[in-house]
């Protein structure tokens, strides 16, 4: 059974000071990892697809990377803007037409 | 931008009432979820469709819950009798060919008191 479990559990940042978020997973077989951001009162947005080891992305101060067992958020120089829920996903090859088991989350808070 | 529909976005309903959720999914994906998300078990897949067709819904109560796709264009997720515990917000997403970042809706969320 795929498991994704993301640390710590809740962030809370001065503006400006840049963490990590991690996201570990247990799958068989990698197809895709994915980061999604979470408003309060709304639905997970796409932010990232990552698929091989060693691969990296970014979005404006979001860089998000990928070794065989876990992936990073990074966050460079947050604004309150940033505060929101960030949410890991995992996509197990094979056939299941992208089925995803998310982690629990991460709770971002940047105080001005 | 594309965006997909559900309806109604909040509910209150009495233990016992049927409740029917509605989706309309971006044009053109034609794979199709459901997930409830609570505090307690975050995001959780309930069922899922590609081409109208239901793939999986192990993560469904098979007594209460019911999942269909009448047409492309319409997703239907209805619990009869709904209880307490089904109290949570339902999300709908979207992707086409399975294999790209999900769309998701804006969720309904749903009170049985």
């Known amino acids: 059974e795929d498991q994704v479990t993301q640390s710590p559990e809740a962030l809370r940042l001065q503006e400006g000071e840049s963490s990590s978020l991690n996201c570990s997973y247990t799958?068989?077989?990698?197809?895709?990892l994915f980061w999604y951001r979470q408003d309060p009162g709304k639905g997970p947005e796409f932010l990232f697809t990552?698929?091989?080891a060693g691969e990296e992305k970014e979005k404006e101060r979001l860089k998000a990377t990928l070794t065989k067992k876990e992936s990073f958020l990074h966050i460079t120089a947050p604004k309150p803007e940033d505060s929101a829920t960030y949410l890991c996903?995992?996509?197990?090859?094979?056939?299941?037409?992208?089925?995803?088991?998310f982690g629990q989350g991460t709770i971002l808070t940047v105080h001005p | 931008d594309a965006r997909v529909t559900q309806t109604p976005r909040h509910k209150v309903t009495e233990m016992g009432q049927e409740v029917t959720m509605r989706c309309q999914p971006i044009?053109?994906?034609?794979?199709v979820f459901w997930y409830r998300q609570t505090m307690m078990q975050g995001l959780e897949l309930l069922a899922y469709?590609?081409?109208?067709?239901?793939?999986?819904d192990s993560g469904m109560p098979k007594d209460r819950f019911s999942a269909e796709m009448p047409d492309a264009t319409l997703a239907t997720l209805k619990i009869q009798p709904s209880e307490p515990r089904d109290s949570a917000v339902y999300f709908c997403?979207?992707?086409?060919?399975?294999?790209?970042?999900?769309?998701f809706g804006s969720g309904t969320r749903l009170t049985v008191v």
């Open positions: 996903a995992v996509q197990e090859g094979g056939t299941s037409y992208g089925k995803l088991t």
């Open positions: 799958v068989s077989g990698l197809r895709g």
């Open positions: 990552l698929y091989s």
């Open positions: 044009l053109g994906h034609n794979t």
């Open positions: 469709f590609r081409n109208r067709a239901p793939l999986d």
């Open positions: 997403a979207s992707a086409r060919d399975g294999n790209y970042g999900y769309t």
